[in-house]
């Protein structure tokens, strides 16, 4: 199985700021990775797929990079809706893995 | 718009079966495969596995001896079935559209909005 691992666990920010969350994975999965939103009692929401593509109606403070072992989802500038859990996950290969998932908590 | 609601038992016995059903509207059952994922309480996402346009399943190693998915006779539903549950089980379970049609590995596009099941005698 392909370990996504997160960091950091969680971050505290405030508005208006930049954050940026990492994913690392345990081989080379190419461009195949995905950034989901979840807010509290909700399902997640993707929104970043193929590394850097932004989804249908994600704002575009959100922006994701990277490729192979080391990806990042940047938010460029905080609004309070972004106040959230956020997950990576690899699509590249069986069994479909997420990381941990880090928490973006108000400063 | 497609919209998919998670429905079953939320008390389930350990050593029983938990089953639970997704229902789809506003959109095809194909070409997509249809997913279940579930998330313990307070913790991170787990992919059960999936079922696709041509009937195949596929699942996560880590649970398949216990685990199947299967499409409804309505052909309009998902079900799952996870046999010999434990406290362990106890989550919120999610059905999960592909975001597009293909079996290959992929991500995730439409969500139901999860139906939490509790393992407890």
């Known amino acids: 199985d392909t370990q996504m691992t997160q960091s950091p666990s969680s971050v505290s920010a405030s508005v208006g700021d930049r954050v940026i969350i990492t994913c690392r994975a345990s081989?080379?999965?190419?461009?195949?990775l995905a950034w989901y939103q979840q807010k509290p009692g909700q399902a997640p929401r993707l929104l970043i797929y193929?590394?850097?593509n932004l989804q249908s109606g994600v704002p575009s403070r959100f922006a994701g990079s990277g490729s192979e072992t080391h990806f990042t989802l940047t938010i460029s500038s905080l609004q309070p809706e972004d106040f959230a859990t956020y997950y990576c996950?690899?699509?590249?290969?069986?069994?479909?893995?997420f990381g941990g998932g880090t928490k973006v908590e108000i400063k | 718009q497609v919209q998919l609601q998670e429905s079953g038992p939320g008390l389930v016995k350990p050593s029983e079966t938990l089953s639970l059903t997704c229902t789809v509207s506003?959109?095809?059952?194909?070409?997509?495969?249809w997913n279940w994922i579930r998330q313990p309480p307070g913790k991170g996402l787990e992919w059960l596995g999936y079922?696709?346009?041509?009937?195949?399943?596929r699942y996560n190693p880590s649970l398949e001896r216990r685990v199947t998915i299967s499409v409804g006779t309505s052909k309009s539903q998902i079900s799952l079935d996870l046999k010999s549950v434990t406290a362990a089980d106890t989550a919120v379970y999610y059905c999960?559209?592909?975001?597009?049609?293909?079996?290959?590995?992929?991500?995730?596009?439409?969500w139901g909005q999860g139906t939490l099941v509790t393992v407890s005698s």
């Open positions: 996950q690899q699509a590249e290969s069986f069994p479909l893995t």
């Open positions: 193929g590394a850097s």
């Open positions: 081989q080379g999965i190419g461009r195949w």
């Open positions: 999960v559209r592909y975001l597009y049609g293909d079996s290959r590995p992929s991500w995730f596009g439409p």
């Open positions: 079922i696709d346009q041509t009937g195949k399943s």
């Open positions: 506003g959109g095809a059952i194909s070409p997509y495969c």
